[in-house]
């Protein structure tokens, strides 16, 4: 649901009636992971995806009955082998979506508009909801902000509401979109209810060193991932709105004494395109020893060699050396800076997920992984939507 945050936000402060449908559970392959959601407005609009298209005409259909009949329901789609065109996954796996009607004057109107207002401005905040459980409950909000503070509520036991935001903030303070099960009492070794938790907090941040041509087209191509992409050079003649117009933020500063006073954290891509020892090896030193998501160089193999030998007479450990992607990208025969950008983003991409980069086409390398890197469903599957 939170891809579709902004407009759905807008929706809201339209006064519009819509219904959201989520998927909350992934088992096999499927082409989209818990979170994806499909929006149906009262006038027949949609937004979103929850499937890449195998399904999507259902789901539309559960979104306007929801909207008719103000009910939330909790449905399965999975492969039909009596029925190529049955609503199913052609990938062979199976999905499950929550349905949920959002009326102007519905009972949880006021939480969704807050989630949705926080989601839309990059705040933290959780949105915590029962993907099963009783009739009367399900698709019932709650939402957790990072101190623990809350608006909403389950109903039932009084503890329940308790457990539910301590166990809603320990997964956004983790950034964790899934499910947990939860007793009607508040206590985890029961499972009469399931609440699916979507974890909206700030786009992770791609800082790139080295204001150059090739940096122009990462900079696109992190926008376009989601990132916030800051670009830094200690040269102020290169580092210019002009020539970043895409960019979040633009610095003008030594690379490693930005990094030292910048935030990063375990989502944060570091890519350095300077190539330059007099700032690459002062800023890799910075780098390899801070607990971020990706450390990137360019250069050439020769490059790499000497940046190497530089960096342990540094001190740099060869633990702290092994984190160090260099040359950055994958082997794709890229020349232009477009195309090179590409080449770093699909190892971005591949580091994140935990691909390994290599061609589908002939292998059994699964298509889809899990957050833990492990592949799921059949190697065999297809990316296309049916």
């Excluded at 407009?7 to 992934?26: P, Y």
Aim: charged share 25%.
């Amino acid at each position: 649901m939170l891809d579709i945050a902004g407009e759905l936000n807008r929706w809201v402060e339209e006064g519009r009636d819509f219904a959201v449908a989520t998927v909350v559970a992934v088992a096999g392959s499927a082409p989209r992971r818990p979170g994806a959601a499909l929006a149906v407005d009262s006038q027949g609009t949609a937004i979103g995806s929850v499937s890449g298209g195998c399904v999507e005409a259902a789901v539309y259909d559960l979104c306007a009955q929801a909207l008719q009949d103000g009910a939330t329901v909790l449905e399965r789609f999975g492969y039909s082998d009596e029925d190529a065109f049955a609503a199913g996954l052609t990938c062979g796996g199976v999905i499950e979506v929550l349905v949920t009607p959002v009326g102007a004057d519905g009972p949880g109107r006021r939480i969704w508009a807050a989630a949705l207002s926080a989601a839309a401005r990059g705040e933290a905040a959780a949105l915590a909801r029962v993907a099963r459980g009783p009739a009367e409950v399900l698709g019932r909000p709650l939402l957790v902000r990072p101190d623990g503070s809350h608006e909403g509520g389950l109903g039932g036991h009084p503890e329940l509401d308790r457990t539910a935001v301590g166990e809603a903030r320990a997964m956004l303070d983790a950034g964790r979109t899934g499910t947990f099960d939860i007793s009607e009492s508040g206590s985890r070794c029961g499972s009469a209810l399931t609440l699916f938790v979507e974890s909206s907090v700030p786009p992770p941040r791609m800082i790139v060193f080295g204001a150059i041509d090739f940096a122009a087209a990462l900079v696109r191509t992190g926008t376009f991932l989601g990132y916030h992409v800051t670009v830094c050079d200690a040269r102020p003649v290169f580092a210019t709105r002009a020539r970043f117009p895409e960019a979040d933020e633009i610095v003008v500063d030594w690379p490693h004494r930005y990094l030292q006073r910048t935030e990063t954290d375990h989502r944060t891509v570091l890519c350095v395109l300077t190539h330059d020892a007099k700032f690459d090896i002062p800023l890799l030193e910075v780098a390899l020893r801070l607990p971020v998501g990706f450390v990137g160089a360019m250069g050439s193999r020769r490059t790499h060699e000497d940046r190497n030998r530089r960096l342990r007479e540094a001190g740099v450990t060869e633990r702290e050396l092994a984190r160090l992607r260099s040359p950055i990208g994958l082997d794709l025969g890229a020349r232009t800076p477009e195309e090179t950008a590409l080449s770093i983003a699909a190892e971005i991409v591949a580091a994140r997920q935990g691909g390994t980069g290599l061609p589908l086409t002939g292998s059994r390398i699964p298509i889809h992984h899990d957050a833990d890197g492990r592949g799921s469903g059949d190697a065999g599957s297809s990316h296309a939507a049916a």
